[in-house]
């Protein structure tokens, strides 16, 4: 038995040109017994003369393998035959039948009766087809079980439904993998068996789980709201098994899904809330024909503004970054994935400039140049600790950075400017909440300001897949066997998807009619700590603790970085105003007359002039109320102070 197998394994590794040979010799022995058998049970005797079957047979076999030719029989892959695979055959034979008929009719040989014809092509269709459909068995079921090696993992499918059952046919190429069953919310799924497996209520989860010892449950649910999925993961992550889930319905409606579709649970089926559905007129209302420039384009929440302005057909896009690969990158996913071509076959005009917004020749050129229409400025730096190192360098990008921006558009008549901000902007603890702060007061004075151009800001929490996430980094933790590491265990954070922010960006600007913040309905806040838990479970691992000391990977608290918050807000003083879109709102705070900003900027620009941390940190701390510099701007200030003490 096993010579048998390791010879039929050698047979499906082989190379095309001796598959279809041997199917060809596997189809010529099924015509042959066939002419026999038809023979047989026309004539109704064994006494079968030889050369008319012999005749019969090549007449019969030469028509096959036309038709077969034809449609593609030889081509096709047993692995992989289904309803097509038969309508095919069924095709070939009949078409074979007819050219068999003919011939037998025209050439009259003695000996061969014509209702043997149609007898023949009954017996030979339906061996051909339930020949594909062992094979089929053998190759992708019974094969698979007799060279297994080491362990497998158990399986189960939450979900039967049609996702589920095509998740369940791709398994059966992976030996290492076995199908245990399914669970399923259809009162009507459950207690059937789909693929010979039986399909369980979610009622029965944790006993089924248990005793089958599952290792893996793959969540087939592409159609479910994301509050219902949530609700399923939390109980399976009370299993300690592993979770999985198929794409959503966008991605499985783009072809057959398998499990190579199939990817570790994502942060926002966690979140309990369903998405942000955008308003498709206001998301096109500030950019459908219009020229369009984005700032930071290569960054995570300009890289996808590009994407999403780019559907809602702009006359001309500028893709503006400071950082040549980022650009490049952005360009290049533009043009591979055809984006720069309208659905009418028209190429839209996209421009790319390698430009800082920092340096007021430089932007003061390019929007002279190009005139947009539209501005959204996503160029900041972001990285809390890394900007608490480098005060001067923050100020500098994200505060001078927006003010010659700002400027050039005023100066250009940009309709709309766009600020992309933060929810650290609100009481800031760190250099970075304290610019972008900065940057708001900008746009609010110049607000006042008359002028054409409509100037606002948008602010929101953390993004989820933007660069610096903890989610990637978490799971990078765990795949190198933890730990993994928060700065406190009740530190909480306001989660949305990068399609969300960018969506908001957009809506905002369309909606702005100068000086306000818009922010995002964000639901609930998510302490880390609970969500490091929850992936580590749904990894299929358990949390190290005290109560559970021989637990897979253990969380370390390593204290707030500098300037890190316990928790963030989106509002400074004021109440948030409900705007045309039902999940949107708007605000408008407290500012600085521009006459008096003004004077602070100037100080600011000195400072970075001179390269004095000390005195740029000032100018920050009595422009933005409550900023409190970290321990170590304090500790420079009072060096600072010592040594200017000294020196008189």
């Given at each position: 038995?096993?010579?048998?197998?390791?010879?039929?394994?050698?047979?499906?590794?082989?190379?095309?040109?001796?598959?279809?040979?041997?199917?060809?010799?596997?189809?010529?022995?099924?015509?042959?017994l066939?002419?026999?058998?038809?023979?047989?049970?026309?004539?109704?005797?064994?006494?079968i003369?030889?050369?008319?079957?012999?005749?019969?047979?090549?007449?019969?076999?030469?028509?096959?393998?036309?038709?077969?030719?034809?449609f593609?029989?030889?081509?096709?892959?047993?692995?992989?035959?289904?309803?097509?695979?038969?309508?095919?055959?069924?095709?070939?034979?009949?078409?074979?039948?007819?050219?068999?008929?003919v011939?037998?009719?025209?050439?009259?040989?003695v000996?061969?009766?014509?209702?043997?014809?149609?007898?023949?092509?009954?017996?030979?269709?339906?061996?051909?087809?339930?020949?594909?459909?062992?094979?089929?068995?053998?190759?992708?079921?019974?094969?698979?079980?007799?060279?297994?090696?080491?362990?497998?993992?158990?399986?189960?499918?939450?979900?039967?439904?049609?996702s589920?059952?095509?998740?369940?046919?791709?398994?059966?190429?992976?030996?290492?993998?076995?199908?245990?069953?399914?669970?399923?919310?259809?009162?009507?799924?459950?207690?059937?068996?789909?693929?010979?497996?039986?399909?369980?209520?979610?009622?029965?989860?944790?006993?089924?789980?248990?005793?089958?010892?599952?290792?893996?449950?793959?969540?087939?649910?592409?159609?479910?709201?994301?509050?219902?999925?949530?609700?399923?993961?939390?109980?399976?992550?009370?299993?300690?098994?592993?979770?999985?889930?198929?794409?959503?319905?966008?991605?499985?409606?783009?072809?057959?899904?398998?499990?190579?579709?199939?990817?570790?649970?994502?942060?926002?089926?966690?979140?309990?809330?369903?998405p942000?559905?955008?308003?498709?007129h206001?998301?096109?209302?500030?950019?459908?024909?219009?020229?369009?420039?984005?700032?930071?384009?290569?960054?995570?929440?300009?890289?996808?503004?590009?994407?999403?302005?780019?559907?809602?057909?702009?006359?001309?896009?500028?893709?503006?970054?400071?950082?040549?690969?980022?650009?490049?990158?952005?360009?290049?996913?533009?043009?591979?994935?055809?984006?720069?071509?309208?659905?009418?076959?028209?190429?839209?005009?996209?421009?790319?400039?390698?430009?800082?917004?920092?340096?007021?020749?430089?932007?003061?050129?390019?929007?002279?140049?190009?005139?947009?229409?539209?501005?959204?400025?996503?160029?900041?730096?972001?990285?809390?600790?890394?900007?608490?190192?480098?005060?001067?360098?923050?100020?500098?990008?994200?505060?001078?950075?927006?003010?010659?921006?700002?400027?050039?558009?005023?100066?250009?008549?940009?309709?709309?400017?766009v600020?992309?901000?933060?929810?650290?902007?609100?009481?800031?603890?760190?250099?970075?909440?304290?610019?972008?702060?900065?940057?708001?007061?900008?746009?609010?004075?110049?607000?006042?300001?008359?002028?054409?151009?409509?100037?606002?800001m948008?602010?929101?929490?953390?993004?989820?897949?933007?660069?610096?996430?903890?989610?990637?980094?978490?799971?990078?933790?765990?795949?190198?066997?933890?730990?993994?590491?928060?700065t406190?265990?009740?530190?909480?954070?306001?989660?949305?998807?990068?399609?969300?922010?960018?969506?908001?960006?957009?809506?905002?600007?369309?909606?702005?009619?100068?000086?306000?913040?818009?922010?995002?309905?964000?639901?609930?806040?998510?302490?880390?700590?609970?969500l490091?838990?929850?992936?580590?479970?749904?990894?299929?691992?358990?949390?190290?603790?005290?109560?559970?000391?021989?637990?897979?990977?253990?969380i370390?608290?390593?204290?707030?970085?500098?300037?890190?918050?316990?928790?963030?807000?989106?509002l400074?003083?004021?109440?948030?105003?409900p705007?045309?879109?039902?999940?949107?709102?708007?605000?408008?705070?407290?500012?600085?007359?521009?006459?008096?900003?003004?004077?602070?900027?100037?100080?600011?620009?000195?400072?970075?002039?001179?390269?004095?941390?000390?005195?740029?940190?000032?100018?920050?701390?009595?422009?933005?109320?409550?900023?409190?510099?970290?321990?170590?701007?304090?500790?420079?200030?009072?060096?600072?102070?010592?040594?200017?003490?000294?020196?008189?």
């Amino acid at each position: 038995m096993q010579y048998f197998v390791v010879q039929l394994r050698r047979l499906i590794l082989a190379n095309g040109a001796i598959k279809r040979a041997t199917l060809v010799l596997l189809d010529i022995v099924i015509a042959a017994l066939s002419a026999i058998l038809s023979f047989w049970l026309r004539l109704g005797t064994w006494e079968i003369s030889f050369v008319p079957v012999a005749i019969f047979f090549g007449l019969a076999i030469s028509a096959w393998l036309v038709a077969a030719q034809i449609f593609g029989i030889y081509r096709q892959i047993i692995r992989y035959a289904g309803v097509r695979t038969v309508r095919d055959i069924v095709a070939a034979s009949f078409v074979h039948s007819v050219v068999l008929v003919v011939a037998v009719v025209a050439l009259g040989v003695v000996g061969i009766p014509r209702t043997a014809s149609i007898i023949y092509v009954v017996i030979f269709t339906a061996a051909v087809i339930s020949s594909r459909a062992i094979m089929r068995v053998i190759i992708s079921d019974l094969l698979p079980s007799r060279v297994r090696r080491g362990r497998q993992r158990t399986v189960f499918i939450y979900g039967a439904g049609k996702s589920g059952q095509e998740l369940a046919l791709s398994m059966r190429s992976h030996p290492e993998m076995r199908l245990a069953g399914f669970f399923d919310d259809n009162v009507h799924m459950q207690g059937r068996r789909v693929d010979g497996v039986t399909v369980w209520s979610p009622e029965n989860l944790a006993n089924v789980l248990r005793n089958d010892a599952v290792d893996e449950v793959i969540l087939a649910l592409p159609r479910v709201n994301r509050a219902r999925r949530a609700e399923i993961v939390s109980m399976l992550e009370r299993q300690s098994v592993r979770v999985r889930t198929v794409p959503d319905m966008t991605s499985v409606l783009s072809g057959q899904v398998s499990l190579k579709d199939v990817h570790e649970v994502r942060v926002e089926d966690l979140l309990g809330r369903e998405p942000v559905a955008p308003d498709l007129h206001l998301l096109g209302s500030s950019i459908a024909g219009k020229v369009v420039l984005i700032t930071g384009a290569g960054g995570s929440i300009g890289a996808e503004l590009v994407r999403q302005v780019r559907k809602m057909r702009p006359r001309q896009l500028i893709l503006l970054d400071v950082s040549e690969s980022a650009l490049f990158a952005i360009e290049q996913q533009i043009i591979a994935g055809g984006l720069e071509i309208e659905p009418e076959g028209r190429s839209i005009d996209l421009r790319v400039e390698l430009c800082n917004c920092s340096d007021e020749a430089s932007i003061g050129r390019v929007l002279a140049q190009y005139r947009p229409d539209t501005l959204f400025h996503a160029a900041a730096y972001k990285h809390v600790p890394m900007l608490e190192a480098n005060p001067l360098s923050a100020a500098r990008n994200n505060v001078l950075g927006t003010l010659a921006t700002a400027k050039a558009a005023r100066a250009c008549g940009v309709e709309r400017f766009v600020l992309v901000s933060t929810d650290k902007a609100v009481r800031p603890t760190n250099i970075m909440g304290a610019t972008k702060r900065i940057c708001e007061l900008i746009l609010q004075a110049m607000a006042t300001e008359p002028d054409r151009t409509i100037f606002t800001m948008v602010r929101f929490g953390n993004v989820l897949g933007s660069s610096g996430s903890v989610v990637p980094h978490f799971r990078r933790q765990i795949e190198n066997g933890g730990p993994v590491t928060v700065t406190h265990r009740s530190i909480t954070r306001y989660f949305m998807t990068i399609p969300e922010a960018a969506q908001l960006v957009i809506q905002a600007g369309a909606m702005a009619r100068s000086g306000e913040v818009f922010l995002l309905e964000m639901g609930e806040a998510v302490r880390i700590a609970a969500l490091a838990e929850t992936m580590i479970r749904l990894s299929g691992l358990t949390v190290r603790s005290e109560e559970n000391p021989d637990g897979d990977i253990e969380i370390v608290e390593t204290g707030l970085r500098p300037g890190e918050k316990l928790f963030e807000e989106l509002l400074i003083d004021s109440t948030a105003r409900p705007t045309a879109h039902s999940r949107i709102y708007s605000a408008e705070e407290a500012m600085i007359p521009w006459r008096e900003l003004e004077g602070y900027l100037m100080a600011l620009q000195d400072a970075l002039a001179e390269g004095d941390v000390v005195a740029a940190v000032a100018v920050v701390e009595k422009i933005v109320p409550g900023y409190q510099p970290s321990d170590a701007f304090r500790q420079m200030r009072q060096r600072a102070g010592a040594g200017r003490q000294v020196a008189n």
